[in-house]
């Protein structure tokens, strides 16, 4: 078992960093430009991911704040995230890596985090009732 958790856990720990981006945000039939800041850290001694994003463009709001913590479950075999954001919503996902993409998703939203390098990521969030679409691409 042990094989098969230790690559999980070790990709996971490839989003850590000081990640900054930019992108869009499409919501209500408009498209409003988008600046962000993704910070990522090892926690519990490697066993997960801890992560806060601040986005500036996102109308009505002087900074969208959010911060994720992830996390590889040996019992389920999958990764599970736990979100909690300054628009009053908290979110426990959970997926696994397919390829360069990782996808968590519950049944509102839908998170995925595509490896496009070593330096660069590209990040699409949107909810799953016709919510606002986040696309951003992130550079170390």
Not at 26 to 32: D, L
Not at 55 to 64: K, L, N, S, W
Request: aromatic share 8%; proline share 3%; net charge negative.
């Amino acid at each position: 078992m042990q094989t098969t958790v230790i690559p999980q856990r070790k990709r996971l720990l490839e989003l850590a960093g000081e990640w900054q981006g930019s992108g869009t945000m499409a919501v209500a039939g408009g498209s409003f430009p988008l600046t962000a800041h993704w910070s990522c850290k090892a926690n519990v001694t490697g066993y997960g991911l801890l992560c806060e994003v601040h986005i500036a463009g996102v109308p009505g709001m002087e900074h969208f704040i959010e911060v994720e913590q992830f996390g590889f479950d040996d019992a389920d075999q999958q990764i599970h995230a736990g979100t909690v954001c300054n628009s009053g919503e908290a979110h426990h996902l959970s997926g696994t890596w397919s390829g360069d993409v990782l996808t968590v998703e519950d049944d509102r939203e839908h998170f995925e985090v595509r490896q496009v390098s070593e330096t660069e990521i590209a990040v699409q969030v949107f909810g799953k009732d016709g919510g606002p679409v986040f696309d951003l691409t992130f550079q170390r």
